[in-house]
């Protein structure tokens, strides 16, 4: 597929001011960090939730403990993919049995990956509970999910898609909204 882009939806501070407030209300719902386990979904939900962990130091003086989940083999397209998934571990700093575990991505679209995520959360123990973080909301869900802290509601068409890039995977730091070229 091939893309043009079409307009900066959040500039550097835009996605800064947007996990400051992520990370304001997830110590607000939970009312405060205990057993609070941060998890990102691999590649952009790890530096985010990593973000929204060190801001949650800053807020509470203390840092929830950050995990890393890769959802490769639970997800429904698995069989279709041409290539040769790259697998890499899931690595939970602490036991999440009994914990709120609050998934962290960059972009929630249908919600695939989420029920992926939650698969694969669920195979590694039994949290008390599930939220959801997303710095971009762009709609579409064909599945009933929806994130608990949102950075930013952004209405799409199917001939659009939504660009994260940050600074430690991409060398840039913005959110672009991007045409989708038949």
């Known amino acids: ?56 130091e800053k807020i509470e003086g203390q840092k929830p403990p950050v995990g890393v989940l890769d959802i490769t083999l639970y997800r429904d397209d698995l069989s279709t993919l041409a290539y040769q998934p790259i697998v890499r571990p899931t690595e939970l700093p602490v036991d999440i049995t009994g914990k709120t575990v609050v998934l962290v991505d960059d972009v929630l679209y249908t919600g695939r990956t989420i029920r992926a995520a939650l698969d694969a959360i669920i195979d590694n123990g039994r949290p008390k509970t599930i939220q959801l973080a997303v710095l971009i909301d762009r709609g579409h869900r064909e599945l009933p999910i929806r994130a608990d802290f949102v950075g930013k509601n952004v209405p799409t ?11 430690s995977t991409d060398e840039a730091e913005q959110v672009m909204l991007r045409e989708i070229k038949e």
């Open 1 to 56: 597929m091939e893309f043009t882009d079409k307009t900066v939806l959040m500039d550097s501070e835009g996605i800064r001011r947007a996990l400051t407030r992520i990370s304001h209300e997830i110590v607000e719902k939970n009312k405060g960090v205990e057993n609070i386990v941060l998890v990102g979904i691999r590649t952009r939900g790890v530096p985010i939730a990593e973000r929204l962990a060190a801001n949650i």
């Open 157 to 167: 068409s199917s001939k659009e898609a939504i660009s994260v890039q940050l600074q």
